[in-house]
């Protein structure tokens, strides 16, 4: 169980902090839930229900050791994705949707690779590497208790020599 003030990570939402705990009286009865403000959209808050939210992939943000995991794999070499751009897409969703900082860092680190180096990203492949970097750069602002551009930018400087 999260405690008012954790850092933690919504897969369908992003990182957030919790603020508080309501509870609401469906048709079923009362139930408790977390209040989760979203790092993404300031002021906008999300109701996870404390029984499912396990279920639902509600997790605490990163620790320090796996930040530092993040940071060496942004300045590893990049993999090859697929060059059809389909299958490409359906490998970095999958690594998005893992739940795996460490996968979601790999896709963003190959894709700003492919960005530069090859033929550059689609439109859909620029959309869904900015969805990454937010969901990124969210868990990186909670971990370090900073905003979200710090939190951008101090990818993007591991990212640099991808990116220039």
Known sequence: MFEKGDAVVCPAHGAGIVKGFSELKPLEGAQRYYQIELVKQVNTHVMIPVDSAEEQGVRPAITDEELDQVWEVLSDEPKDLPPKHRTRYKVINDKFDSGSIIELAEAIRD?????????????KGRRIY????????????????VKLETAKSRISKKLRKYLS
């Open 130 to 145: 900015r969805r990454g970097l937010d969901l990124l750069a969210g868990e990186v602002a909670v971990a370090q208790g």
């Open 111 to 123: 894709m700003a690779w492919r960005r530069r180096e090859e033929d550059g990203l689609t439109k």
